[in-house]
């Protein structure tokens, strides 16, 4: 058990920065995300709804995509 926490240290500290790089990315990032051709968003008085199909389905490629990459090695 003890040969196995180096690795879940890098991981730990991969999981951080990842977690920064998205933190700077919706902080500072481009303003179309989240804006995109299929995205649902219907604003009437007192109500408001976003229903972001096409950006969770962009996210959810580019993080496939990232894990495939850091993956196919092991």
Not at 1 to 27: E, Q, T, Y
Not at 59 to 70: A, G, K
């Amino acid at each position: 058990m003890l040969a196995r926490m180096p690795d879940l240290g890098r991981a730990l500290v991969v999981l951080g920065l990842v977690l920064v790089a998205l933190g700077l990315a919706l902080s500072f990032g481009p303003s179309w995300l989240g804006r995109l051709p299929g995205d649902l968003r219907i604003e009437r008085p007192g109500f408001a709804f976003y229903l972001p199909i096409t950006t969770s389905i962009l996210v959810s490629l580019v993080l496939s995509l990232l894990l495939w990459l850091f993956t196919r090695g092991r």
